[in-house]
């Protein structure tokens, strides 16, 4: 209510108040929406009757006890100062006019069928009482009051007008009973004043808000307070708990627009339900045009003859009833424009509903939207809350939504159609199809929730009920899980088929070069398809470009990259979405560039592609991707950046929803994990179990590549080599032997170095360089690093030089750091300290840069690299090294000869050679390692 308004309104009443004193009664009918004050008003008015010697008598009206006869008269009479005499007179009335009422159809439309004499009697008593001393007569909600006793008050005010009586009655605008019965009886009156009260005007909002949390509050939200609320003041008062608390409308908001539609016109309680089933206006926009209209139509519509439940009742009535129900409720501050004014408030009502009703409400609302010809998503949404699907439509309805929701990513909304729609169907051939979109639908979320139906869908196509490009997409799902025995039988059953229609040719012809570069072991239980027929599927723009794209990396992977590779994944790129049938496009595109030694060039695309992924709320896209991330970030040396895109891909898809594909990810962290040191951080991963199936895969390449790398760093050389080995001996088996995918035997080589088999390790590296040819610098690079290991130390610098320009060009840092740090103790071995010093402090910066923990020690402390090469203590002598160590350590030179039992001489001799054998000019700049040594055992770093 407006604040002004309430002043007047209680100046009005003491106006009437005076002239009732005064013997000409006086009625007021206080009117106004929901949450106005009329209540307020009544009760500071009834205290104020005592100061002009008035007698208030109150009563209050409620739905709950609407159907007790004369309930609100006996409340006021319970409350008079009746003589012993009158009150039993008056309770037996009562008691009359009750029984007489309860044989009375309480839903009746007509307020008499009660005994005039008991109504004259009962109000007779209260005149009587007026002679005694005036009285004031309030009844709030009066529009709830039950029909005999508005039926006594209507009596009541056609008599008091030359008495000492005053009426004050309070009722909603919106009540059709009040309006159509008593409120019109009582207003034709010549002695009744109405007094109407309106909301908060948005002045009197920010006055209020101020008075109750400041006026920096008010600035910032007392805007928003007017717009969500009308200025209803029930609404306000709840919004600033609200701010203050969250800084959002939230639960108080929400309990005060029930609290309002409690206080409401059952109609509006039923028309507010309906609309928050129906749901906000953009749906109802969009079935018949938006606005209040549309709502209006939407309600009305339909024949709800017999209908059992209040919504059922209330839409039987018509568009006028709906109409004037959402008049009111936009009067009351609840809507604007025909909806909520905001979330909280819709959701509070759903929440208010029974669980019956809201069920009752949906499936109507379902069957409505569905006959105006909705959006199919409209529908199916009512459909989802109402777990209806038994219409003849119903199914068809959900299979449309679901496809449009994966188009828009609305991947989990499809998922309860789609679940909706299999728990309704009974065709098991169209049971079968939508079990297939369902598994692809949850394949984006998590690849390990379609595991539950995968039984069931390899029932379906033996019974013949799954088509066979289906059959594929089971193949697929199968082997990711691991179930290798069960994905043969499958492709076993194409194979068993007289003929292939175009989908499944289409599907297999797609499926061949994936199978090529994933699943190798499987490619002789795939259906042949003709060159002619894999011709005509590839004219189609998805399957062709999926059958290029996995063609391409299945090119690279068996026979390296070619002059156009780069240029035709980049142009495959460009062309490709994160939808439902381009996932793999992607990825096989990206692993080409990748493999192509071209990390620079895929880094870009697979950032867009997750941020893609990531908007379209596509967890397993996102995690594939940040495993494809992950090897670009090794194969350019950003150690951190692989094990946090390695980790990212476990977190968002569990290592057990991985299936076989687990190896990718696990592999490039516990590769990143060893080259950074952080053994006991990975230890767990490296021993969590694995399937037993994903060796048949590459994924089991790549796990056998991380794990050989950490045993070598955990110094399980033996372990590592065996590692290495399966590794090379799959990849040779399957004619994957190509060094841009794993470089095997560099590691194998190196692992040789460690164990004293220079030999082999020779063999090894000189086999690689060989097959590298004019590919891979980068795999070139590290083999020139090994192969100076194995060469005699005048041969090392120039080797080791030429490695890291190989490195250098080919953009792995890491890598680049370990051929410096070589390099470093090449020239010290030489005697060349200056360049010595200037590539170790470039190795350093390098290995800082890659956070290869390791690598930076090693350096520091001038050990031996891996191969075993001299490093800064190794070209110190037995007796400089204990120099060395005590000068580190802050000793002078007499108290160093008094230790080594040397003159003085000899210790100045040593340190002189010393700093000119570390590229030092005192003593403090003396490696901090040296501290507490005597001599250094080089230790062993990856």
């Known amino acids: 209510m407006a604040i002004d308004e309430r002043r007047e309104g209680l100046t009005s009443l003491e106006e009437l108040l005076t002239e009732t004193v005064a013997g000409k009664g006086r009625i007021a009918m206080v009117t106004g929406a929901i949450a106005t004050g009329k209540s307020e008003l009544l009760y500071a008015f009834s205290e104020q009757a005592f100061e002009h010697g008035a007698l208030p008598l109150t009563a209050t009206g409620s739905l709950a006890e609407s159907g007790l006869p004369l309930g609100v008269l006996a409340q006021l009479l319970h409350n008079a100062p009746l003589t012993e005499e009158q009150r039993a007179r008056t309770m037996n009335l009562l008691h009359e006019g009750m029984s007489s009422q309860l044989s009375i159809d309480p839903q009746a439309e007509a307020i008499g069928h009660m005994d005039v004499q008991i109504v004259d009697a009962l109000c007779s008593a209260l005149l009587e009482l007026s002679e005694r001393c005036p009285l004031v007569i309030a009844v709030d909600d009066v529009h709830q009051a039950d029909r005999a006793s508005q039926l006594c008050l209507a009596y009541l005010a056609r008599r008091v007008k030359f008495a000492q009586v005053m009426l004050v009655f309070s009722a909603p605008d919106h009540s059709a009973h009040v309006q159509t019965l008593f409120h019109t009886e009582v207003l034709r009156q010549p002695h009744c004043r109405p007094i109407r009260l309106t909301h908060l005007s948005a002045e009197d909002v920010a006055r209020w808000v101020t008075g109750r949390a400041g006026a920096e509050a008010a600035d910032r939200y007392a805007a928003d307070c007017y717009a969500l609320s009308g200025g209803n003041r029930l609404l306000v008062s709840a919004l600033v708990e609200d701010f203050q608390a969250t800084g959002a409308p939230g639960a108080r908001y929400g309990e005060g627009t029930v609290a309002c539609l409690r206080r409401a016109d059952r109609r509006m309680t039923v028309v507010a339900r309906a609309l928050a089933v129906l749901g906000e206006p953009a749906s109802i926009g969009r079935l018949l045009g938006g606005g209040e209209a549309a709502v209006i139509k939407l309600l009305s519509s339909g024949d709800v003859a017999g209908a059992e439940t209040a919504a059922g009742r209330l839409l039987g009535e018509g568009e006028a009833a709906v109409a004037k129900a959402i008049q009111a409720l936009t009067g009351a501050g609840v809507l604007a424009h025909g909806h909520f004014r905001h979330p909280a408030a819709r959701a509070a009502v759903l929440a208010d509903l029974d669980a019956a009703e809201r069920i009752d409400l949906h499936r109507r609302a379902a069957e409505l939207t569905y006959e105006s010809g909705a959006p199919a998503s409209v529908v199916a949404e009512h459909l989802l809350q109402a777990s209806h699907a038994g219409d003849p439509w119903a199914i068809s309805v959900l299979e449309e939504a679901a496809r449009q929701a994966l188009r828009d990513d609305g991947v989990e909304s499809a998922i309860e159609y789609l679940k909706l729609a299999w728990r309704a169907c009974v065709d098991e051939r169209r049971r079968a199809r939508i079990t297939t979109t369902l598994v692809r639908a949850e394949w984006r979320i998590n690849p390990s929730a379609p595991a539950t139906h995968l039984a069931e869908l390899t029932d379906a196509l033996h019974k013949g009920y799954l088509g066979g490009g289906d059959t594929v997409v089971l193949a697929k799902a199968l082997l990711w899980h691991g179930h290798v025995e069960d994905a043969k039988d499958v492709l076993a059953h194409l194979n068993e088929l007289p003929e292939l229609d175009q989908e499944t040719v289409a599907e297999l012809a797609a499926a061949r070069p994936w199978f090529r570069s994933l699943y190798p072991s499987f490619l002789p239980h795939l259906p042949k398809v003709s060159g002619e027929q894999a011709s005509n599927a590839a004219s189609s723009a998805g399957v062709g470009r999926r059958m290029e794209s996995a063609g391409l990396l299945a090119g690279v992977l068996t026979q390296g990259p070619r002059e156009e590779t780069v240029a035709t994944a980049e142009r495959i790129l460009r062309g490709s979405r994160l939808d439902e049938m381009t996932m793999d496009t992607v990825e096989t595109a990206l692993l080409a560039l990748t493999y192509t030694d071209r990390p620079g060039k895929a880094a870009p695309w697979c ?336």
């Open 607 to 942: 950032d867009a592609f997750i941020d893609e992924a990531a908007s379209r709320r596509a967890p397993s896209r996102q995690a594939r991707l940040s495993a494809i991330r992950a090897e670009i970030g090794l194969r350019r040396g950003d150690l951190a950046a692989a094990a946090y895109d390695a980790q990212r891909a476990l977190e968002i898809i569990p290592a057990t929803s991985w299936g076989v594909a687990v190896g990718g990810p696990l592999g490039s962290l516990l590769l990143a994990g060893a080259a950074m040191g952080r053994l006991d951080e990975h230890m767990r991963l490296f021993n969590h179990p694995v399937p037993e199936a994903m060796l048949e895969t590459r994924f089991g390449l790549q796990y056998l590549h991380g794990k050989g790398r950490f045993n070598l760093m955990a110094g399980q050389p033996h372990q590592a080599l065996r590692d290495f080995q399966l590794c090379g001996e799959l990849m040779r088996r399957w004619e994957l032997d190509v060094p841009g995918f794993i470089a095997w035997r560099t590691d194998a080589a190196e692992t040789l170095i460690r164990l004293g088999d220079h030999e082999e390790a020779r063999r090894l590296i000189d086999e690689q360089l060989a097959r590298c040819g004019q590919q891979s610098r980068r795999v070139q690079g590290i083999a020139m690093r090994l192969l100076a290991a194995v060469s005699e130390t005048r041969h090392r610098p120039m080797l080791l030089r030429k490695s890291a320009d190989l490195l250098q060009s080919g953009g792995d840092r890491y890598e680049l750091a370990r051929a410096l740090f070589d390099l470093t103790a090449a020239y010290h071995a030489n005697g060349e300290y200056r360049r010595a010093g200037m590539f170790g402090r470039r190795a350093r910066l390098l290995a800082a840069e890659c956070q290869a923990e390791p690598l930076t020690l090693a350096l520091n402390r001038g050990g031996k690299d891996d191969q075993g090469t001299p490093g800064v203590t190794g070209i110190l002598s037995d007796a400089e090294r204990r120099v060395a160590a005590l000068a580190a350590e802050g000793y002078t030179n007499r108290e160093i000869s008094a230790k080594l039992f040397i003159t003085v001489s000899t210790v100045e001799q040593h340190l002189t050679r010393i700093y000119r054998k570390l590229n030092v000019t005192r003593r403090t700049e003396l490696p901090a390692s040296l501290t507490g040594e005597n001599s250094m055992r080089a230790q062993v770093f990856s």
